[in-house]
């Protein structure tokens, strides 16, 4: 009796573990995304919406300058690109910029676009607080859309001596055919948030 009902214990044990696993690589991504949205592991932006800094009132922040670059996985028959090339802003102030796409197709199409920045290790001191990121966007056949984003950079990023030599980063953007394209789901799977130009 006592072998049967260690028998039967140790294959609830089992079972339990293997069904504790299954949960486990399930929530892998999700974890491994909010682990990078915490540390800006990898150029993993924050993503927080934390309100910019006030300036120094003497009007004499320091300037960093942020470009902006855009990638289309190639089955997603838009054309997609920032606005503007770069915009050079003092740390810490809240900033407007703009992609924007057109579907160049026949049909209306989902895409859904990935982001990072570069070098990653500034990916903690720039703060997105709106964005189009994870998203899916519809456009109509030959449909042009503008796509907004907000963002500041910490002056906490100046103060670090492994970021303090930092003049330039880059935002890069990837969009791909909708969350449900493998392209996407292989890029999300395998390299968390922070995928921008995985795909060229």
Not at 19 to 45: D, E, I, K, N
Request: contains cysteine.
């Amino acid at each position: 009796m006592s072998g049967r009902r260690g028998n039967t214990l140790l294959g609830l044990a089992l079972v339990c573990t293997i069904v504790g696993m299954v949960g486990l690589s399930f929530a892998a991504v999700p974890l491994y995304r909010a682990f990078c949205a915490a540390t800006g592991y990898a150029g993993t932006p924050d993503i927080s919406g934390r309100a910019a800094p006030k300036l120094a009132e003497n009007g004499r922040a320091q300037m960093i300058t942020v470009e902006f670059d855009a990638n289309t996985h190639p089955n997603l028959p838009w054309s997609f690109g920032p606005d503007q090339h770069a915009i050079t802003l003092p740390l810490g102030q809240d900033q407007v910029a703009y992609y924007h796409a057109t579907n160049t197709s026949g049909t209306a199409i989902k895409g859904v676009a990935l982001y990072n920045v570069t070098p990653d290790k500034v990916g903690k001191y720039f703060h997105k607080t709106a964005c189009f990121c994870f998203n899916e966007q519809t456009l109509k056949p030959g449909q042009a859309m503008e796509f907004p984003l907000s963002f500041w950079v910490d002056p906490a990023i100046a103060d670090d001596p492994n970021t303090a030599d930092v003049k330039t980063i880059t935002l890069s953007y990837t969009f791909f055919r909708a969350a449900d394209d493998p392209a996407f789901q292989a890029a999300l799977a395998t390299a968390g948030p922070h995928v921008g130009p995985l795909v060229r």
